[in-house]
Nanobody
């Protein structure tokens, strides 16, 4: 099984930046996708960004496009989410997941504790 450990969250002022990390172990990801999701208090979990592990092709939710960048370090099996120009509405617990599709990850993701991102106004 895959193990995913998120880190890098914290408190940041609106307009600031954070970089989240997701350390993966237990399997390779050359033929898989990895993604970031988030869940704000009282809200449903939502998709943020996804990357094809082998090619680096990525796709973003409209709400974060132009501000967030998803990337990966293949050698380290680590996924990143660089978040710039943060807004209070970005406040959420951020989770990473691995799988064949975003919908599959959403449905079957082995959610851990995630990492809390709080953006103050």
């Amino acid at each position: 099984q895959v193990q995913l450990v998120e880190s890098g969250g914290g408190l940041v002022q609106a307009g600031g930046s954070l970089r989240l990390s997701c350390a993966a172990s237990g399997r390779t990801f050359s033929n898989s996708n990895m993604a970031w999701f988030r869940q704000a208090p009282g809200k449903e979990r939502e998709f943020v960004a996804v990357i094809a592990w082998s090619t680096g092709i990525s796709f973003y939710a409209d709400s974060v496009k132009g501000r967030f960048t998803i990337s990966r370090d293949n050698a380290k099996n680590t996924l990143y989410l660089q978040m710039n120009s943060l807004k209070p509405e970005d406040t959420a617990v951020y989770y990473c997941a691995a799988g064949s599709t975003v919908s599959t990850m959403m449905r079957n993701g082995n959610w851990g504790q995630g990492t809390q991102v709080t953006v103050s106004s």
